[in-house]
């Protein structure tokens, strides 16, 4: 029978880069909490931006750029309104032509309430030619490389 016991609820320390979003009332649905697909946009938003300010560039101008091969959630905690969402990220894993993160998404007193993840997704970024989305490119661009190794919790050797 597979093991089916839950990974644990994440705590701050499992993330390398940080970003903020306010939290806003179309965010939330009619039972007062943030609605499922504002989840995925986050965890779009934060790795794409992420890229693109380590990266200094238009990630869309890149000769290879990532498309979502898949992307997941695992909610523990209500989100509610109103309120600043704070969003940690690593690389959980770095390919020859593909990057996943993982997202913690935190709400409230890091010291209190808001020290475990209200929810953790997992965004899995593959690399395909910018002129034919149909090829992907192995070895990963350096400058994807490069801003990926920033967020792996442990460094390369």
């Known amino acids: 029978m597979?093991?089916?016991t839950r990974p644990p609820r994440p705590d701050r320390s499992g993330y390398v880069a940080w970003r903020s979003a306010t939290l806003r009332w179309a965010d939330i649905d009619v039972y007062g909490h943030m609605n499922n697909a504002r989840y995925f946009e986050l965890i779009d938003t934060v790795v794409n931006d992420q890229l693109a300010e380590s990266v200094g560039t238009d990630i869309r101008e890149l000769p290879a750029i990532g498309v979502v091969a898949e992307v997941s959630c695992r909610y523990f905690s209500e989100i509610t309104y109103p309120g600043i969402l704070e969003l940690g990220i690593v690389v959980e894993r770095l390919g020859r032509s593909s990057v996943v993160y993982r997202v913690?998404?935190?709400?409230?007193?890091?010291?209190?309430?808001?020290?475990?993840?209200?929810?953790?997704?997992?965004?899995?970024?593959?690399?395909?030619d910018?002129?034919?989305p149909a090829r992907p490119v192995t070895p990963l661009p350096d400058a994807v490389r490069a801003a990926s190794e920033q967020l792996c919790a442990e460094q390369p050797t």
């Open 130 to 132: 910018n002129t034919d």
């Open 2 to 4: 597979p093991d089916r």
């Open 104 to 128: 913690g998404i935190f709400q409230g007193d890091p010291d209190g309430d808001g020290a475990l993840a209200a929810a953790e997704g997992r965004f899995v970024h593959v690399y395909v």
